[in-house]
């Protein structure tokens, strides 16, 4: 799963943040015919009773700082991948 995962990721250009009827925040990204959920972010009603119409901004920078560990995570990935394939200098 981790490997398709990675793989939609790095061929993926756009993500949707889409507002539930439960009222969830979900980070998605859509796949041929079907969404593919990546973080879901549950904000209280009361943290949104809080913030007011700025808890979708509050919300949106959390969802950033999510896709940036992940961006993250592939490079580190891609990174050792390309120091596996390097061949060693004895000398």
Known sequence: MADKLAGILEETRVLEIVELESGELL???????????????NITSEMKEFMGDDYAEMA????????????????????????????????
């Open 60 to 91: 949106r920078e959390m969802l950033t700082a999510g896709v940036h560990a992940i961006t993250e995570r592939l490079a580190e990935k891609e990174e050792k991948a390309r120091e596996e394939e390097r061949p060693k200098i004895l000398h």
């Open 27 to 41: 980070l998605q990204i859509q796949e041929e015919s079907e969404a593919l959920p990546l973080i879901r972010l």
